[in-house]
C-alpha cells in the first residue's frame, strides 16, 4: 500500500515563508499533488509533481524527490488566509488514479 | 462554471437506518471519485467511475456501501444499513480526463452523523 507522513501542525509569522515537508511510501505513483483546505472546507488543488524537481505557481512552489521519497510544499509571503490544511497526496499508480492522502498539516499564520 | 455540488449538506441518522448522499460533478468530467474522512483520519479514496462504469472500487469499505452514476452524469452513494463507525465527511470529487496530470475538483462534502 502507500503511506504518507506530514507533521500535524506548524505556525508561522506572516509575511515570513514556511516549507511543509511530506515523505511517503509507496511501490509506484504518477505524481505527488498538494491540497489545501480551509475549516473542513473542500479541498482545493495546488500543485503537483509528476518528475523531480521544483514546481513555481505564484505564492507556492512544491518540490519532489522520487529518489529520497520526500516532497514539500513551499509558502512564500505568508498571508492570514493561508492558514489552513495542507494534505501532500500521491496520486495513483499502476492504473489506478485515486489520490491516497496524509493526514495533514495544519498551518497557523500569526501577526 | 459550477463547481461540484453534494447534497445534503450535513446528515444525522440512527445506526440501522439508510441514507444516500448524491453528488453533481463539474459538467462535462467523466471521472468521479468517493471519499471520506472520518474524525482523526486522513481523506480515503472509496471508489472511482468512468462515465457510468466503476473503474476502481478498491476502496468501499464492505457491501454495505452502494455507489451508481447511472447515465454518466450524477453519482449517489448509499450505505444500508449505516453503522457508527460509518460517521465522517464523504466527498465527491471530479475531473476532467483520466490523464495522471489531471486535477480532481472536490466537492464541499457531506457530514453524516451515525448515531
Known amino acids: 500500500g502507500q503511506s504518507l507522513e506530514q507533521p500535524s501542525e506548524v505556525t508561522a509569522v506572516e509575511g515570513a515563508i514556511v516549507q511543509i515537508n511530506c515523505t511517503y511510501q509507496?511501490?509506484?505513483?504518477?505524481?505527488l499533488s498538494w491540497y489545501q483546505q480551509h475549516d473542513g472546507g473542500a479541498p482545493t488543488f495546488l500543485s503537483y509533481?509528476?518528475?523531480?524537481g521544483l514546481e513555481e505557481t505564484g505564492r507556492f512552489s512544491s518540490f519532489l524527490s522520487r529518489s529520497d521519497s520526500y516532497g514539500y510544499l513551499l509558502l512564500q509571503e505568508l498571508q492570514m488566509k493561508d492558514s489552513a490544511s495542507y494534505f501532500c497526496?500521491?496520486?495513483?499508480?499502476?492504473?489506478?488514479?485515486?489520490?491516497?492522502f496524509g493526514k495533514g498539516t495544519k498551518l497557523s499564520v500569526i501577526p | 462554471e459550477a463547481g461540484v455540488t453534494q447534497f445534503p449538506s450535513h446528515s444525522v441518522i440512527e445506526k440501522g437506518q439508510t441514507v444516500t448522499l448524491r453528488c453533481d460533478p463539474i459538467?462535462?468530467?467523466?471521472?468521479l471519485y468517493w471519499y471520506r474522512r472520518v474524525m482523526g483520519k486522513e481523506i480515503k479514496f472509496l471508489l472511482h467511475f468512468v462515465k457510468e462504469s466503476k473503474q476502481d472500487e478498491s476502496g468501499m469499505p464492505n457491501n454495505r456501501f452502494l455507489a451508481e452514476r447511472t447515465g454518466g452524469t450524477y453519482s449517489t452513494l448509499k450505505v444500508q444499513p449505516a453503522e457508527l463507525e460509518d460517521s465522517g465527511v464523504y466527498f465527491c470529487?471530479?475531473?476532467?480526463?483520466?490523464?495522471?496530470?489531471?486535477?480532481?475538483?472536490f466537492g464541499p462534502g457531506t457530514r453524516l452523523t451515525v448515531l
Open positions: 509533481n509528476a518528475l523531480d
Open positions: 459538467s462535462g468530467h467523466d471521472n
Open positions: 470529487a471530479s475531473s476532467q480526463g483520466t490523464s495522471r496530470y489531471n486535477e480532481q475538483f
Open positions: 497526496a500521491l496520486q495513483g499508480g499502476a492504473g489506478s488514479y485515486q489520490l491516497t
Open positions: 509507496t511501490s509506484g505513483f504518477y505524481g
